[in-house]
T-cell receptor
Framework: GENVEQHPSTLSVQEGDSAVIKCTYSDSASNYFPWYKQELGKRPQLIIDIRSNVGEKKDQRIAVTLNKTAKHFSLHITETQPEDSAVYFCAASRDTGGFKTIFGAGTRLFVKA | DVKVTQSSRYLVKRTGEKVFLECVQDMDHENMFWYRQDPGLGLRLIYFSYDVKMKEKGDIPEGYSVSREKKERFSLILESASTNQTSMYLC????????????FGPGTRLTVT
């Protein structure tokens, strides 16, 4: 079946460094790729998303890149801050033939002050 | 501001009990989802619904059923709770199709003893 692989499962960086999380998807019909952030004890919330007609999207310190040929996409966080510490989930879905969203297993990011 | 609420934050039930988890959203969203969140496994889809009285199985529907009698309410039912259903359950809603942000509820931590 369809799946999304996410790496690494845990990432520890020093405050101010960059963090990169990578995901690979299997369903070639996927055309929407959101990233969710879940702080401890809270609900997941969307932080950025990208659609298949775009290769890169940036929002302040966060950027996402998509390589449709290779079927992988990545989240880049620059100038990390302690409040970036959370679990990040990538996901892939398509808007036709069903609305199922497949999530990655998550990456726990620690930003050390 | 989208609001998704779940009936309980914490629930303790005994093996064999019938368990009802309720989710309500106030944004007139067509899609509603039930996920199960376990450490290292990410968010796994149990069931989703794209309209009143419509439902589709997700990746792990065994042991669960759902009900959507009204657009704003989506219920998850554990017919006979078992200890391996101890988990965090998250409800979400979104606009129609798979290419829109999902808004999550706060989660219900269910313990089956």
């Amino acid at each position: 079946g369809e799946n999304v692989e996410q790496h690494p499962s845990t990432l520890s960086v020093q405050e101010g460094d960059s963090a990169v999380i990578k995901c690979t998807y299997s369903d070639s019909a996927s055309n929407y790729f959101p990233w969710y952030k879940q702080e401890l004890g809270k609900r997941p919330q969307l932080i950025i998303d990208i659609r298949s007609n775009v290769g890169e999207k940036k929002d302040q310190r966060i950027a996402v890149t998509l390589n449709k040929t290779a079927k992988h996409f990545s989240l880049h966080i620059t100038e990390t801050q302690p409040e970036d510490s959370a679990v990040y989930f990538c996901a892939a879905s398509r808007d036709t033939g069903g609305f199922k969203t497949i999530f990655g297993a998550g990456t726990r990011l620690f930003v050390k002050a | 501001d989208v609001k998704v609420t779940q009936s309980s934050r914490y629930l303790v039930k005994r093996t064999g009990e019938k368990v009802f988890l309720e989710c309500v959203q106030d944004m007139d969203h067509e899609n509603m989802f039930w996920y199960r969140q376990d450490p290292g496994l990410g968010l796994r889809l149990i069931y989703f619904s794209y309209d009143v009285k419509m439902k589709e199985k997700g990746d792990i529907p065994e042991g669960y059923s759902v009900s959507r009698e009204k657009k704003e309410r989506f219920s998850l039912i554990l017919e006979s709770a078992s200890t391996n259903q101890t988990s965090m359950y998250l409800c979400a809603s979104s606009l129609p199709s798979g290419s829109y942000e999902q808004y999550f509820g706060p989660g219900t931590r269910l313990t089956v003893t």
